[in-house]
């Protein structure tokens, strides 16, 4: 199938590189001309080091790739999705399935993004989320990865899964987008929380605790806009929140371990140099858990930490000596 990759950063760029191994005439799409001309001279994304280009794949800068194409994978950072799928609209071919591999919530709207993509695509196109714990750095070196194709469409759902999976890369069916895309978004903001209290020199037992009560705080948002527990502890929720916290290949554990020896977050955000989605995703988090009336403490705080300055050893005691709780909401009622 004629497959159109739009984002050529480290994510697409992996991507892209799954689909031509299962036989796809496959197009890169990048942003900018200067990007997609590194990635010809240089026959390697430098995102992803030791990672060769076949000469098979096509690499573009312009967006007319669209056309023609049964399969339309959006791999660009969360703010430029809408933007990205506005200007492919015009060009899709009917029946076209659009596969959203980014990860966030988009500001102003606290949409999800195939939320964003289908109010600029319209329904008559299939819309996908692939999802699950995987670096690109590692899909790229084909190590073993397995993710979930999230659809309201079982027949799309099941499309993608043909579309991507080999014998490194294999893919599970969900029709849970809510709860897909809302765990694959807000794992970045406790991935980094986890990196800020590991840059503090705090330990094991403190990134255990954010890991494990902030999976809590994004299922209990999740539920409530209408994603069902058990995909938390899924391939989009819990997995993606392991591979995010303990990983130095995460960008967001990275710039979190920056800020956490007193880094500016501006500048940690920079020194990173890819998109940093947690970053974004805690203040439209925040705004959407507020919307809904749903109690986010950790993404609360992380967000007093990354736009109000709030010292986080600070931040660790007000989370540590909150009123009592208990662990299970339900207990004893
Ligand atoms: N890198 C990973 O391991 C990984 C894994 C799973 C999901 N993701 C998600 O995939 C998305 C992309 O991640 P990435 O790692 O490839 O990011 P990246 O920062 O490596 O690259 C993003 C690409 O988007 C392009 N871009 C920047 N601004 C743009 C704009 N305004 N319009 C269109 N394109 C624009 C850039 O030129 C770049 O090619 C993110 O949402 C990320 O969370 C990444």
Redesign the pocket.
């Known amino acids: 199938m004629k497959i159109a990759v739009?984002?050529?950063?480290?994510?697409?760029?992996?991507l892209a590189l799954v689909l031509l191994e299962n036989g796809h005439d496959v197009t890169l799409w990048?942003?900018?001309q200067e990007?997609s001309a590194v990635l010809k001279e240089k026959g390697e994304?430098p995102?992803l080091k030791g990672v060769p280009l076949p000469e098979s794949l096509k690499l573009t800068a312009d967006l007319s790739c669209v056309r023609g194409s049964g399969a339309v994978v959006l791999?660009?950072?969360?703010?430029?999705?809408r933007?990205?799928a506005r200007a492919a609209a015009p060009l899709l071919d009917p029946g076209a399935v659009l596969v959203s591999?980014?990860?966030?919530i988009e500001k102003d709207t606290s949409l999800t993004?195939t939320e964003a993509i289908e109010q600029e695509v319209g329904d008559a196109h299939p819309i996908v989320a692939l999802?699950?714990p995987?670096?690109?750095?590692?899909?790229g070196r084909r190590i073993p990865t397995v993710v979930v194709s999230a659809s309201k469409d079982r027949s799309a759902a099941e499309q993608v899964q043909d579309l991507f999976m080999n014998e490194r890369f294999r893919v599970y069916a969900t029709d849970d987008v809510v709860g897909v895309e809302l765990g694959?978004?807000l794992k970045?903001v406790i991935a980094l929380c986890a990196g800020i209290s590991d840059g503090m020199g705090y330990g094991d037992n403190t990134k255990a605790a954010l890991m494990t009560r902030g999976l809590t705080e994004i299922a209990r948002l999740g539920v409530a806009l209408g994603g069902r527990r058990e995909t938390f502890a899924g391939l989009s929720g819990v997995g993606?929140l392991i591979v995010t916290c303990t990983s130095m290949?995460?960008?967001n554990r990275r710039c979190g371990i920056l800020i956490g020896k007193g880094t500016p977050t501006e500048q940690a955000v920079k020194e990173i140099?890819?998109?940093v989605?947690g970053y974004y995703a805690a203040a439209n988090a925040r705004t959407l858990a507020r919307k809904v009336g749903v109690e986010m403490p950790i993404t609360e705080a992380a967000y007093q930490v990354l736009y109000e300055g709030k010292d986080p050893r600070r931040v660790i005691v007000d989370l540590m000596t909150r009123e009592r709780k208990h662990e299970l909401e339900d207990s004893w009622v």
Not at 75 to 81: E, I, L, Q
Not at 134 to 139: N, Q
């Open positions: 739009l984002g050529s950063g480290g994510w697409g760029t992996a990048s942003y900018t990007e994304n995102l791999a660009t950072p969360s703010f430029a999705v933007t990205t591999v980014s990860k966030g993004l999802s699950g995987s670096h690109a750095e590692e899909v694959a978004a970045n993606d290949h995460s960008r140099g890819a998109v989605e």
